[in-house]
């Protein structure tokens, strides 16, 4: 059964970089076959797609954050990370990290999400 | 704002049906298939339905999905307590080349 989990501090200063990683067991993080992926949730308001990324490092980003993001992996861990800079308080919000499926276009496992909030 | 809209809220009686619509445009809903997403109250959301129609392992057959152009719509039979819980719809966006959502649908069970 496939697990992820997100890990990083809950509490970031305004201008910061926000960081996180996510943790993959029971699963390969080396397929073509699905692309891992980081969506977030402000306090009680809808999903937004933030980006994903292939195990072979190809990345897309959602434009509206695009200039603030960076998606990496590290495929020796089973991790993928999350860095988001000059973060203001709009970026406050639970965070998930999920797997995409390529055939489905669609999110099969997600972790449990991790609340980052966003104040000095 | 979200790409895809759904309405704020429905509800229903234990055992009636009720369905959640959701809208795009044609770089999302008119050109890809649509996945629902059921998030139960202080959880992560969960695969409900992939492809338009198709139920992933363990998912009831009381959730059901349509697509015919848009709007696409989820329904759920037999409505029980437990469904109470946001629905979110999602579709591939070609412009984006990434996913977008709908803003969320909360059921409230009667």
């Known amino acids: 059964q496939v697990q992820l989990q997100e890990s990083g501090p809950g509490l970031v200063k305004p201008s ?18 699905w692309y891992w992926s980081w969506i977030r ?3 009680g308001k809808g999903l937004e797609w933030i980006g994903y ?18 998606i990496s992996v590290d495929t020796s861990k089973k991790q993928f990370s999350l860095k988001v800079s000059s973060v ?10 999920a797997r995409g499926r390529q055939e489905l276009n669609a999110f099969d496992y997600w972790g449990q999400g991790t609340l980052v909030t966003v104040s000095s | 704002q979200s790409v895809l ?4 809220s429905v509800s229903g009686t234990p055992g009636q ?4 619509s959701c809208s795009g445009s044609s770089s999302n809903i008119g050109s890809n298939t649509v996945n629902w997403y059921q998030q139960l109250p202080g959880t992560a959301p969960k695969l409900l ?3 338009n129609n198709q139920r992933p392992s363990g998912v009831p057959d009381r959730f059901s999905g349509s697509k015919s152009g848009t709007p696409a719509s989820l329904a759920i039979s037999g409505l029980q ?30």
Do not use: H
């Open chain 1, 16 to 33: 910061e970089t926000l960081s996180l990683t996510c943790t993959v067991s029971g699963g390969s993080v080396t397929s073509d076959s």
């Open chain 1, 41 to 43: 949730q402000p306090p």
């Open chain 1, 53 to 70: 990324l292939y195990y072979s490092g190809s990345t897309n980003y959602n434009p509206s954050l695009m200039s603030r993001v960076t």
């Open chain 1, 88 to 97: 203001t308080a709009a970026d406050t919000a639970v965070y998930y990290c």
């Open chain 2, 5 to 8: 809209t759904q309405p704020p």
């Open chain 2, 17 to 20: 049906t009720v369905t959640i």
């Open chain 2, 49 to 51: 339905i992939y492809s």
């Open chain 2, 81 to 110: 307590s437990e469904d109470e819980a946001d629905y979110y719809c999602a579709a591939w966006d070609d412009s984006l080349n990434g996913p977008v959502f709908g803003g969320g649908t909360k059921l409230t069970v009667l």
